[in-house]
């Protein structure tokens, strides 16, 4: 199959979004013969609907952070396999490629985590900055598509996709942002599920990331998916992401989520932040601990002086551990299983 003219002269839209990061598109169009109608936005972002009665819009967004080569991999494929239409397109799909400057850096970003700018962030920033131009376009994007929907539309998801540096004792897992008042229903887990991610982190607060963004401020169920380990393209073995790849193929498909499997996805609840309180504050857990690593009832996890936190009644499990932070910011979270 030949390539997309949406691409040419670059081979995919990976290296089309590094060889024109700088440019400016204008929006361009396309309709495949069974009636898809594409629509290439902007560097990295690219829409397909559908031309049949629909009821999800899909937004699968990677390379937030531009060095999570894998999802980057696996959604140019998606793309791919759209255009040719070696794969069906039965509901609403935009794509992202969220930061192209720090995929030509390899870096997470290059100077302003971009994870740390939605829900309107980025109008605290340097608005000089691409990554802090690139957030508030990307809110934009994901605005007019969801406004656009047909009235056929009952559901909005949002999968944000990303691969992490620190090794996790649980391979894969999903954050659920915060919204006042929700729960995560039993589809989202059975979609999990289908990603063989057997995890999920209940988010306690509301935060500035972009899943944050589509939840809270557009009604999407949504997830941040730490989905393995952080390698350069090209250094991935992508068969470690068949799970997400086929439940996103699945979707894109016009599969329906059903309640199956849900069960067999454990839900986690933060019970303490751990907060750097003090140049004395000594922290009891090992720099390189694995994400999701468990603790047993009484282990000290940190001390400052006469104060100190230890493991209450139940086992708990720390994400993110980092003694590096400023006194007074988190340098961790422990977490207890839902029960
Ligand atoms: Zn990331």
């Not at 894998?70 to 509901?91: R, T």
């Not at 919204?179 to 995560?184: F, H, I, M, T």
């Not at 069960?263 to 000594?282: A, L, M, P, Q, R």
Request: hydrophobic share 40%; aromatic share 10%; charged share 25%.
């Amino acid at each position: 199959m030949m390539n997309s003219f949406f691409f040419s002269p670059h081979k995919n839209i990976i290296k089309h979004t590094m060889a024109c990061a700088d440019e400016t598109l204008e929006p361009r169009h396309d309709i495949l013969s069974a009636g898809t109608e594409v629509t290439f936005l902007d560097v990295g972002v690219i829409k397909f609907e559908p031309n049949t009665a629909c009821d999800t819009s899909l937004v699968i967004s990677c390379g937030v952070h531009g060095n999570e080569t894998a999802p980057i991999e696996i959604v140019s494929q998606i793309i791919d396999d759209l255009l040719a239409e070696d794969a069906k397109c039965a509901q609403r799909v935009l794509f992202i490629l969220g930061n192209p400057w720090s995929m030509i850096a390899a870096e997470r970003f290059v100077d302003v985590n971009m994870n740390r700018l939605f829900c309107g962030d980025w109008q605290q920033q340097d608005l000089s900055l691409k990554e802090v131009k690139r957030a508030a376009k990307l809110e934009a994007y994901v605005a007019n598509f969801f406004a656009e929907e047909p009235v056929t539309v009952k559901q909005r998801y949002h999968y944000d996709c990303h691969t992490a540096i620190r090794d996790s004792a649980r391979e894969r897992f999903g954050l659920y942002p915060f919204v006042p008042g929700r729960e995560l229903p039993a589809e989202q887990k059975s979609f999990l599920a289908c990603a063989d991610i057997d995890t999920v982190l209940l988010q306690q607060k509301e935060a500035n990331t972009f899943s944050s963004f589509t939840s809270l401020k557009h009604g999407a169920e949504s997830f941040t998916l730490e989905l393995g380990k952080v390698k350069p393209f090209g250094e991935n073995d992508l068969s470690r992401f068949n799970g997400i790849d086929q439940a996103l193929r699945g979707l894109i498909e016009g599969k329906p989520l059903n309640a199956e499997h849900a069960d067999s996805v454990d839900e986690f609840e933060v019970c303490h932040s751990v907060i750097k309180t003090s140049d004395n504050w000594v922290f009891d857990v090992a720099d390189d601990v694995a994400n999701f690593t468990d603790f047993a009832p009484g282990t000290r996890i940190w001390q400052d002086g006469e104060t100190e936190y230890r493991v209450g009644a139940e086992p708990e499990y720390i994400v993110f551990p980092n003694r590096q932070v400023p006194v007074g910011q988190r340098a961790g979270l422990m977490l207890k299983k839902k029960g």
